[in-house]
């Protein structure tokens, strides 16, 4: 599946800041690049539970200006951002900090767009409703401090948000969206709770999993992609029974990194087609909806898939286990994915949304803009079928 492709380019501008405790060295790092005032993105849970305390010294001990805005939730919105653009504006912010998972970390690149473009936000559109205008090279410098290990935020030039009005998920993209820094303190990921850890640990997978299995896969995509895969194999179910387990958060944190470059430079989006629309109609958690599809999109994979499947496998580490032959192991590739999931306690779907709109899920599945990055031709009726299991008792069985 992957190619060697000679003409292939590879821009990463984000300087990566990674260690144990790093995040309290924040402020110092904002000084080495001549940062004095900074406007902050978070969610209220973070501030509540203390993670943002550190981050708070830090920015005080250097003499940071900085405002926080803390009303940021799971799967944010225009209008969060515009409420958040109105919070920044007139301050004279010399830089945006995102601290938080995805949502936070995407609202920062946003509000960089909002305060520095005039016009509506929505005329940068790059993804879903069609752009306008250009996202020129006068944005805010923009810092992410991830506190989860999933999303990838902190190294990716998108900026996700909801639409709420038609119901989809919308893409700000540009290369001038790429955080100037990172700062990845894997010791920010030990107060996410059992359920948060799983989710955002199968976001990583389903990353990986749609770069490597992208008809743009290439060789540098899928080392990355497997090193991801592996990871949340090895660390997810540790991390999420004890969640102080710092070589495990650490081992996720650097896999986070690793999926979101396998999928941005992979073309990948196939669980994605899924996983969205799932996330956006319900409001539930990216990662989850994207890690609950990824059986269902797998089986439906499996006639063009099934070397890719068995190499997925060999990353478990279990290929000689007995009573099989080689040709079991797509197979079992897909029921490890399924016992992973149930092992580390995300929950039957069908418990969440009970009356689920299959019809409009299929349609919305079928217009996703990835649709070209499925392997295999896939229709409407199709996507019906794999939401009807991705909704049917016993899903993650066997």
Same mark, same amino acid.
């Given at each position: 599946?992957?190619?060697?492709?000679?003409?292939?380019?590879?821009?990463?501008?984000?300087?990566?800041?990674?260690?144990?405790?790093?995040?309290?060295?924040?402020?110092?790092?904002?000084?080495?690049?001549?940062?004095?005032?900074?406007?902050?993105?978070?969610?209220?849970?973070?501030?509540?539970?203390?993670?943002?305390?550190?981050?708070?010294?830090?920015?005080?001990?250097?003499?940071?200006?900085?405002?926080?805005?803390?009303?940021?939730?799971?799967?944010?919105?225009?209008?969060?951002?515009?409420?958040?653009?109105?919070?920044?504006?007139?301050?004279?912010? +010399?830089?945006?900090?995102?601290?938080?998972?995805?949502?936070?970390?995407?609202?920062?690149?946003?509000?960089?767009?909002?305060?520095?473009?005039?016009?509506?936000?929505?005329?940068?559109?790059?993804?879903?409703?069609?752009?306008?205008?250009?996202?020129?090279?006068?944005?805010?410098?923009?810092?992410?401090?991830?506190?989860?290990?999933?999303?990838?935020?902190?190294?990716?030039?998108?900026?996700?948000?909801?639409?709420?009005?038609?119901?989809?998920?919308?893409?700000?993209? @540009?290369?001038?969206?790429?955080?100037?820094?990172?700062?990845?303190?894997?010791?920010?990921?030990?107060?996410?709770?059992?359920?948060?850890?799983?989710?955002?640990?199968?976001?990583?997978?389903?990353?990986?999993?749609?770069?490597?299995?992208?008809?743009?896969?290439?060789?540098?995509?899928?080392?990355?992609?497997?090193?991801?895969?592996?990871?949340?194999?090895?660390?997810?179910? $540790?991390?999420?029974?004890?969640?102080?387990?710092?070589?495990?958060?650490?081992?996720?944190?650097?896999?986070?990194?690793?999926?979101?470059?396998?999928?941005?430079?992979?073309?990948?989006?196939?669980?994605?087609?899924?996983?969205?629309?799932?996330?956006?109609?319900?409001?539930?958690?990216?990662?989850?909806?994207?890690?609950?599809?990824?059986?269902?999109?797998?089986?439906?994979?499996?006639?063009?898939?099934?070397?890719?499947?068995?190499?997925?496998?060999?990353? $478990?580490? +279990?290929?000689?286990?007995?009573?099989?032959?080689?040709? +079991?192991?797509?197979?079992?590739?897909? @029921?490890?994915?399924?016992?992973?999931?149930?092992?580390?306690?995300?929950?039957?779907?069908?418990?969440?949304? @009970?009356?689920?709109?299959? +019809?409009?899920?299929?349609?919305?599945?079928?217009?996703?803009?990835?649709?070209?990055?499925?392997?295999?031709?896939?229709?409407?009726?199709?996507?019906?079928?794999?939401?009807?299991?991705?909704?049917?008792?016993?899903?993650?069985?066997?």
């Amino acid at each position: 599946m992957a190619k060697f492709n000679p003409e292939f380019e590879i821009f990463i501008p984000t300087r990566i800041h990674f260690g144990l405790n790093k995040s309290k060295e924040l402020g110092d790092i904002l000084s080495q690049y001549g940062f004095r005032a900074a406007m902050v993105f978070t969610d209220s849970n973070l501030i509540k539970a203390g993670v943002f305390e550190n981050i708070e010294s830090s920015l005080q001990s250097a003499k940071i200006k900085y405002l926080t805005f803390d009303r940021i939730k799971e799967n944010p919105d225009i209008e969060t951002v515009l409420e958040a653009k109105a919070s920044a504006e007139g301050e004279g912010f +010399d830089c945006i900090i995102g601290v938080g998972g995805g949502g936070p970390i995407d609202v920062a690149k946003a509000v960089s767009v909002a305060l520095t473009h005039s016009g509506d936000i929505r005329d940068y559109i790059a993804y879903t409703t069609g752009q306008k205008k250009p996202i020129e090279n006068k944005v805010l410098p923009i810092i992410a401090v991830p506190t989860t290990s999933g999303s990838g935020a902190e190294v990716s030039p998108v900026a996700v948000i909801v639409d709420r009005k038609i119901e989809t998920k919308i893409g700000l993209f @540009s290369e001038h969206l790429f955080p100037g820094a990172a700062v990845v303190d894997p010791t920010l990921t030990v107060t996410l709770l059992p359920l948060q850890t799983a989710g955002a640990g199968m976001d990583i997978f389903a990353h990986a999993f749609d770069a490597f299995v992208s008809p743009w896969a290439t060789i540098f995509t899928d080392a990355l992609a497997k090193e991801a895969m592996e990871a949340v194999f090895k660390y997810l179910r $540790i991390a999420v029974q004890e969640g102080d387990n710092l070589e495990a958060r650490s081992a996720l944190s650097i896999a986070s990194i690793m999926a979101l470059l396998s999928i941005y430079f992979g073309k990948g989006g196939a669980v994605h087609t899924i996983g969205e629309p799932l996330g956006t109609i319900y409001n539930i958690p990216h990662g989850y909806t994207c890690g609950y599809a990824l059986p269902a999109m797998m089986n439906f994979l499996m006639p063009v898939m099934r070397e890719r499947f068995s190499k997925i496998y060999s990353l $478990i580490g +279990d290929v000689k286990c007995p009573g099989g032959s080689k040709g +079991d192991l797509p197979q079992r590739c897909i @029921s490890e994915v399924k016992k992973l999931i149930r092992e580390t306690g995300l929950p039957e779907i069908s418990t969440i949304v @009970s009356k689920p709109d299959i +019809d409009k899920l299929s349609k919305a599945s079928v217009t996703h803009l990835a649709i070209d990055r499925v392997p295999m031709p896939i229709s409407r009726e199709d996507y019906i079928d794999i939401y009807s299991k991705i909704f049917s008792k016993g899903y993650l069985s066997g």
